[in-house]
């Protein structure tokens, strides 16, 4: 049973593109949520998807952020019109249920450098 | 926002020694959960410890839980280099919420 599968592990974007970071699951998990860490911090949650379904995004800036969790295939966390402030690790976790309940498992994270 | 707060932010301690870290969160939580992230790498999931519960252990480490207080402390017993990294308390409140992670105490264990 494979981990939770974060690519790609970097990714090195210039100001103004977009960037695609993706994630697939722990196989039988439902539940997916995104966090970024900025160096030396710790991790602050961005949005928490079901299948085809936002949960809480309330850590999700309101611009150029969104995510999508759909049917088939992995939560994409896209990125528009990037900054350097973007510039950080984004996480993913999953879980079979929510996070109440049990733990969550985490991938490796994409590292995402805005020059 | 953050929910936990580790102390302290950094600990260096010599291989064999315990070590302790300790947090504090501000709300009424369903569980707390410690989690340990090597450099540059994912977070691994150590402990989950509910808030009806007091004590819980798992080889070489012992999670405490104060609700009245609002605090957990992490003991590392017996430490080894192998245990050099980061360490995260994250809470969850109730229902669907998602885990709050603090900002974590980073452990040096020399050899």
């Known amino acids: 049973n494979a981990g939770v599968m974060q690519n790609p592990r970097h990714l090195v974007r210039r100001r103004g593109q977009e960037a695609r970071l993706r994630c697939s699951p722990m196989k039988g998990h439902s539940h997916v949520y995104w966090y970024r860490q900025l160096p030396e911090e710790g991790l602050k949650f961005m949005v928490y998807?079901?299948?085809?379904?936002?949960?809480?995004e309330s850590g999700m800036p309101k611009e150029r952020f969104s995510a999508e969790f759909p049917k088939e295939g992995p939560s994409i966390l896209r990125i528009q019109q990037v900054v350097r402030g973007d510039s950080a690790a984004y996480f993913c976790a999953s879980s079979p249920n929510s996070q109440v309940n049990t733990e969550a498992f985490f991938g490796q994270g994409t590292r995402l450098t805005v020059v | 926002s953050q929910q936990g707060e580790e102390d302290p932010q950094a600990l260096s301690i010599q291989e064999g020694e315990n070590a302790t870290m300790n947090c504090s969160y501000k709300t009424s939580i369903n569980n707390l959960q410690w989690y340990r992230q090597n450099s540059g790498r994912g977070l691994v999931h150590l402990i989950l410890i509910r808030s009806n519960e007091r004590e819980k252990h798992s080889g070489r480490l012992r999670v405490t839980l104060d609700t009245s207080k609002k605090s957990s402390s992490l003991l590392i017993t017996a430490s080894r280099a192998a245990d050099t990294a980061s360490y995260f308390c994250a809470t969850v409140q109730s229902g669907n919420t998602p885990l709050v992670f603090g900002k974590g105490t980073r452990l040096s264990v020399i050899a």
């Open positions: 998807l079901q299948k085809e379904n936002i949960i809480d």
